[in-house]
Every structure is written in C-alpha cells, then in structure tokens.
C-alpha cells in the first residue's frame, strides 16, 4: 500500500497528487521531465550522428561535432536529473502487508 509522505494519506497507482484537499502534494520524483528531455535529445542525436558517418569520409566534420555536443548534452541532463532524484525525499512511502507474529506459540488442542 502506498502512502503519502507528506500527509500519511493512501494514494493508488499512477496519482501525480496527493487526494487530500489540504495536503495536494506533488507524488511525481523531481527531475523526472528534464531526464527524459535528456535521452530524447541523446536519441534524437542519432540522426546527426547518421550523416556525419557519411561526410566524415569527405573530410567535412561539421555533423559529427554537431551530433557529439548534442549527445554529450542530453547525457549530461540525464546524469544531472538521476542525481537530483536520488538526493530528493520520497514523495510516496510504500508499506508492505503487516507480517504474522511467528513469536506466538501455537494454540494447544
């Protein structure tokens, strides 16, 4: 069961906010949009990447630093925002079932 961490309230699955009118918390973890703004642009840079394959052999080296400043940038968004949601506090504290007392002797018949 997942719970709050702000308000120790329950929340379901796939909520981006608290149901408590007067919690409203944020249960997305920080840097998750920017990250994926980051291996969009990594991927995104294959295509750049593509061309230079082929004009490198020409000796023109325009695309191929083009598509490495692109690449290295959207590794750098995606190492920046998995840092800072691994630094961030939780937004939703999962709970497990209770676990049965195995301390208790069995019952005498």
Do not use: H
């Not at 719970?3 to 009118?21: E, I, Q």
């Not at 980051?38 to 023109?60: C, D, F, L, R």
Request: hydrophobic share 45%; charged share 15%; proline share 6%.
């Amino acid at each position: 069961m997942a719970k709050c961490a702000k308000c120790n309230n329950k929340v379901g699955p796939g909520l981006t906010r608290c149901l408590d009118s007067s919690c409203g918390a944020s249960l997305v973890r920080p840097g998750v949009f920017t990250e994926l703004f980051g291996w969009v642009v990594a991927i995104v840079s294959s295509i750049p990447i593509a061309v230079a394959v082929k004009t490198v052999n020409q000796g023109y080296y325009n695309p191929l630093i083009f598509a490495g400043a692109v690449f290295g940038i959207g590794l750098v968004f995606v190492v920046l925002e998995r840092s800072k949601s691994r630094l961030a506090e939780a937004c939703v504290i999962e709970e497990g079932a209770p676990e049965a007392d195995t301390t208790a002797e069995p019952a005498a018949s």
